[in-house]
């Protein structure tokens, strides 16, 4: 009987279903895992490694974390950003599973005082992904193991699935079709900075402009985006001579990390439209970032053409949304227009004609969460005068945020309500995410 097992029938407990288990498909690295040599390993951790993995591809979990505690070890899923527990394992059972992940993603089994980090290729459904295998030693001698997925297929790719409005877009293209100025996407670590970045990319108008990226693209496809390989001889600015040279329009460049880049970035600013991201805890911080390191207000100011940060909130599973009709004075409190007939949300108990009360029946598509996968919701900096002479004027972060919102600028509870509107998420997402909307 396999460890995640999922019963196919709550009246035979004996019978389980079936299901397919993930396919392992070697180390990203390249290195060959030594089966053979470990064979007790692989009798005692492979399938279960398997049916790990395959139970988090199944309840689409963006991260699994199996965590020593004592004698156990707790299996934990994040989907949608949210935390759910699984099931646990044994002591030997967790160690078991652990190490084999650890063989077949190329990494060293001997090694458990130290954190370890590698990459394996996986099928699951006829889909492939990759896992990024991490481990951190704890205390006990234990290890803690992290499964990072990253789905090849069926990503989100463009400015629709990340969930941009039309005016946004408009914004992109017309930030990046003026040949000049850099455009950022930012937002704190791991929150899906490079993500919106690859966005604005794809909301650049390919067609029409000669767009070339310095970065590596990975397995994202970028419709009419020609690589440029830089040479080994070259640094940052001299490879950005080179792009103008073959008359690009716009070039896709590595992340903002230090002010020897941001330097760069800002003297070729006037030649050719720049885009990239950056970590920061939003537009305003990121800006006075970018003035500490280039070390002139008005060149940022100037430099700029907008910047854009991105949250993500789930949305409703479309299968078993319940709708409902709103209050008129709840409209009036978020801001949602008085003529809205009709909101949505998760299923919740109701009482029939008979005043008997009905529970909402099961969903499969969602595995009864009520949510089913992530939206993007956005916030906007654009350099208007009044945001330039806030900049130019040494404004901190605070005062360019008031300038920005006082010239209505898109905040993330604006675009939100935008999706609620639409039945895509719920007013109980949003006060969840902004306690209490804003």
């Keep these: 009987m396999g460890l995640f097992s999922r019963r196919a029938s709550e009246d035979d407990e004996d019978e389980e279903e079936e299901v397919e288990l993930v396919l392992f498909q070697g180390a990203l690295n390249g290195k060959e895992p ?59 059972q967790g160690l078991a599973v652990t190490q084999m992940l650890k063989l077949l993603a190329g990494l060293d089994i001997k090694v458990r005082n130290q954190p370890q980090s590698g990459g394996l290729k996986a099928l699951w459904n006829d889909l492939p992904y990759e896992l990024v295998i991490q481990t951190k030693p704890q205390q006990d001698g234990s290890e803690l193991l992290s499964i990072k997925v990253r789905p090849l297929k069926n990503q989100i790719v463009t400015p629709d699935e990340l969930g941009m409005s039309e005016d946004l877009k408009k914004k992109i293209r017309e930030w990046t079709s003026q040949h000049k100025g850099l455009c950022l996407a930012v937002g704190a670590a791991n929150t899906g900075v490079t993500t919106t970045a690859f ?17 590596d693209l990975g397995t994202r496809e970028v419709t009419n985006v020609t690589p440029y390989a830089a040479l080994a001889e070259d640094n940052l600015e001299q490879t950005l001579m080179r792009v103008v040279r073959v008359e690009s329009d716009c070039v896709f460049v590595e992340p903002v990390t230090n002010a020897e880049i941001t330097k760069t970035l800002f003297t070729m600013q006037s030649q050719i439209a720049l885009l990239s991201e950056m970590v920061a805890k939003d537009c305003a911080s990121a800006i006075v970032q970018l003035v ?132 895509v998420t719920a007013l109980e997402e949003l006060q969840r995410v902004f306690k209490p909307v804003a």
């Design 34 to 92: 030594n089966m053979k040599e470990n064979q007790r390993l692989v009798q005692a951790g492979l399938n279960p490694a398997k049916e790990l993995v395959t139970d988090g591809l199944s309840r689409r979990a963006e991260t699994i974390r199996l965590e020593p505690k004592g004698e156990r070890a707790q299996v934990a899923f994040l989907v949608d950003g949210m935390p759910y527990a699984g099931g646990k394992l044994t002591k030997p």
């Design 199 to 215: 966005g604005m990319l794809r909301g650049v108008d390919c067609y029409m402009f000669q767009v070339h990226s310095l970065r």
């Design 292 to 423: 500490q390191w280039v070390g002139d207000a008005s060149l940022v100011a100037n430099g700029l053409m907008g910047l854009i940060n991105t949250k993500l909130i789930r949305k409703i599973c479309p299968e078993c949304k319940q709708a409902y009709r709103p209050n008129p004075k709840l409209l009036a409190k978020v801001g949602l227009p008085s003529d809205t007939k009709t909101l949505y949300r998760k299923p919740v108990a109701t009482e029939n004609e008979q005043g008997e009360v009905e529970e909402p029946d099961p969903c499969d598509k969602c595995n009864d969460t009520g949510n089913l996968g992530r939206i993007g919701i956005f916030e906007c900096v654009e350099m208007s005068d009044g945001v330039k002479e806030c900049i130019i004027g040494g404004g901190d972060a605070n005062a360019i945020r008031t300038v920005a919102r006082k010239e209505g600028m898109l905040t993330f509870s604006k675009d939100a309500l935008r999706h609620v509107a639409k039945g």
